[in-house]
T-cell receptor
Framework: EAGVAQSPRYKIIEKRQSVAFWCNPISGHATLYWYQQILGQGPKLLIQFQNNGVVDDSQLPKDRFSAERLKGVDSTLKIQPAKLEDSAVYLC?????????????FGPGTRLTVT | SQQGEEDPQALSIQEGENATMNCSYKTSINNLQWYRQNSGRGLVHLILIRSNEREKHSGRLRVTLDTSKKSSSLLITASRAADTASYFCATAGYSTLTFGKGTMLLVSP
């Protein structure tokens, strides 16, 4: 089966610019996650969707980050405006069933550099 | 904040040796999962151990969980160069996973 797809793989922008990342989860997976991974650290959950509804966005900096999952399939994560500290790898993951009792399948990530 | 804390931060061994990584956490968990991350395959799920389990095996992997000490260990036996990666423990609460900072494992031929 095809894995989680993400694009772009790399993005370099200047601070205060906007950027968007796209994720296509594994077919049939109802739950989708966006994580931020800063160099040298583990992934940090930004937002979790169940179908097209938000389950948890408590760690999403809502003044600059936004995410949507239209029709319960693809998802986009946007940063506007970007700050230097947003430089990180943004990982998308999906799971067939909601809840932390099931493994998550991760995409390759988008490496964002903010200059 | 990240709940899991892996120890050691980095580990260097020779092929054929065993590698042990530890994870400590602070609050009650539903389960604990181990993931591996390398440049070639990204972040991959290795094994899940539930809070009512004490030990679990998968191939060359052995995971233990001690909920009284709030700690877990991952043992990789007969390591290979291909095991070179970062290993993360992730604690599962009610609805989400929280990852630690990881252990970087280097296996030399």
């Amino acid at each position: 089966e095809a894995g989680v797809a993400q694009s772009p793989r790399y993005k370099i922008i200047e601070k205060r610019q906007s950027v968007a990342f796209w994720c296509n989860p594994i077919s049939g997976h109802a739950t989708l996650y966006w994580y931020q991974q800063i160099l040298g650290q583990g992934p940090k959950l930004l937002i979790q969707f169940q179908n097209n509804g938000v389950v948890d966005d408590s760690q999403l900096p809502k003044d600059r980050f936004s995410a949507e999952r239209l029709k319960g399939v693809d998802s986009t994560l946007k940063i506007q405006p970007a700050k230097l500290e947003d430089s990180a790898v943004y990982l998308c993951a999906s799971s067939p069933i909601a809840g932390p009792s099931y493994e998550q399948y991760f995409g390759p990530g988008t490496r964002l550099t903010v200059t | 904040s990240q709940q899991g804390e892996e120890d050691p931060q980095a580990l260097s061994i020779q092929e054929g040796e065993n590698a042990t990584m530890n994870c400590s956490y602070k609050t009650s968990i539903n389960n604990l999962q181990w993931y591996r991350q390398n440049s070639g395959r990204g972040l991959v799920h290795l094994i899940l151990i539930r809070s009512n389990e004490r030990e679990k095996h998968s191939g060359r992997l052995r995971v233990t969980l001690d909920t009284s000490k709030k700690s877990s260990s991952l043992l990789i036996t007969a390591s290979r160069a291909a095991d070179t990666a970062s290993y993360f423990c992730a604690t599962a609460g009610y609805s989400t996973l929280t990852f630690g900072k990881g252990t970087m494992l280097l296996v030399s031929p």
